[in-house]
Each structure stands twice: as C-alpha cells, then as structure tokens.
C-alpha cells in the first residue's frame, strides 16, 4: 500500500515511476538504463534486500553511484540519520 500511494503522490506531482519490489530488483533497475531517473525514493525496509544495503552497493557502483536517493521511512528518523548510511534526504511516511 505505500508502493501505491508513494507512485500515486509522486505522479500527482508529474513525475514519471517505476517501481521494484526490493533492494536487489531496484539495482537490476538502475544498472540496466540509470539514465531514466532523475532520483530514487528508496525504501529502507524491503524483502530480499533493503534500502540500506541496496543504496550502499548503489553508491559503490561509478554508472549509478551519483543518482540522487531519498530514504522513504515510516521510522524516526532525520536527514542526519540517513545522510552516512548514503542516502540524501528522508521522506517520512505517512508522506503528504
């Protein structure tokens, strides 16, 4: 249900989305046309692989490492916590 809504409140605001399910589906993603995104709203909590990992291998990788990504969080966190685990802002859910 936040994939929806995320997708939902991101194209009210005329972004185009894509979407993975998890950490290790997101890299495929990116590894195979990171020119296609602007930026990644990165969940931090996802099967498979999380945010975390995920944006930490994003950051070594030299084709994807620049692509700004915000952490997408229902955690309490801010942008100090998640600025040295990679991530360059936070989006809290509930986002509005």
Same mark, same amino acid.
């Given at each position: @249900? =936040? %994939?929806?809504? !995320? #997708? ?6 005329? =972004? ?9 589906? !997101? %890299?495929?993603?990116?590894?195979? $046309?990171?020119?296609? &995104?602007? *930026? ?5 909590? *996802?099967?498979? *692989? $999380?945010? @975390?990992?995920?944006?930490?291998? %994003?950051?070594?990788? #030299?084709?994807?490492? $620049?692509?700004?990504? !915000?952490? &997408? ?11 040295? *685990?990679?991530?360059? !802002? ?7």
């Amino acid at each position: @249900i =936040c %994939l929806q809504v !995320a #997708v939902k409140m991101m194209t009210s605001l005329g =972004c185009t989305c894509d979407t993975a399910s998890n950490g290790r589906e !997101a %890299l495929e993603v990116l590894r195979k $046309d990171s020119s296609s &995104f602007d *930026m990644v709203l990165m969940d931090l909590r *996802m099967p498979v *692989m $999380d945010g @975390i990992e995920a944006t930490g291998l %994003l950051r070594k990788e #030299v084709a994807i490492k $620049d692509i700004p990504v !915000a952490a &997408f969080t229902a955690e309490e966190l801010q942008e100090d916590d998640v600025v040295p *685990m990679g991530f360059d !802002a936070i989006v809290n859910k509930p986002a509005s």
